[in-house]
């Protein structure tokens, strides 16, 4: 079953405005990542947060994890052109070997 | 992180065909994982390959329609048998970091292959 649901599905923003994506999943995870992907080409890992974890950053990506919620955010500040792709979030069940779930992604285009 | 070189980038195909997919990775990994992405899709994971045994599908997908090789620890190939306009699809090569794959660690991508069945 589909365990990460991203929200919205698409967004368009201008240059320089924040984009905040959201992504929801169902049963109890170990970690929640997120990923990007261009434009017909393979994903490309941004950032890992672990269930014991409630905020990471990156640069200029915040990730926020509610785990009663069973909810996540992306935040990327101060959006440039490049940041144009689908991201995606994908959860891990458990701690050993695991596959991960992708959720059906969020399609932003940054306007210069 | 791993380099993963994944070929052709794309294909054309004819209805009723087969195509091979290759996976080649830069180091040693135990898993490498083969997932599709259907247009304007999610990916979908449809099996995982390990060096030296069979592979395992995840279900809705067989091994008959998705045979898998894993001749050593860089190298998988995935072929698309029998093909159809709904096997139109990105499909993906993955692997964890490090010689074993967990949920911990992130996964690395190959450009993918766009195959297109008319």
């Known amino acids: 079953s589909q365990q990460g649901e991203e929200d919205p599905q698409a967004l368009s923003i201008q240059e320089g405005e924040n984009a905040t994506m959201n992504c929801s999943y169902k049963?109890?995870?170990?970690?929640l990542q997120w990923y990007r992907q261009n434009s017909g080409r393979g994903l490309v890992h941004l950032i890992l947060?672990?269930?014991?974890?409630r905020e990471k950053h990156s640069g200029r990506l915040r990730v926020t994890l509610d785990t009663s919620k069973k909810s996540s955010s992306l935040l990327i500040t101060a959006s440039r052109a490049a940041d144009t792709a689908s991201y995606f979030c994908a959860t891990a069940r458990n701690s050993g070997y695991s596959t991960l779930t992708f959720g059906k992604g969020t399609m932003l285009l940054v306007s210069p | 992180s791993a380099v993963i070189s994944q070929k052709p980038s794309r294909d054309i195909c004819q209805r009723g065909t087969s195509l091979t997919i290759q996976c080649q990775v830069d180091?040693?990994?135990?898993?490498m994982f083969w997932y599709r992405q259907q247009p304007g899709q999610s990916l979908t994971l449809i099996a995982t390959a390990n060096q030296g045994s069979e592979a395992t599908y995840e279900s809705g997908f067989v091994i008959d329609k998705f045979p898998i090789s894993r001749p050593n620890l860089t190298f998988s190939t995935l072929t698309v048998s029998n093909m159809s306009p709904e096997d139109s699809s990105i499909y993906l090569c993955s692997v964890g970091e490090g010689a074993i794959s967990s949920g911990n660690s992130p996964l690395h991508f190959g450009n993918g292959t766009r195959l297109t069945v008319t």
């Open positions: 180091s040693q990994v135990t898993m």
């Open positions: 947060i672990r269930s014991n974890e």
């Open positions: 049963t109890s995870i170990n970690n």
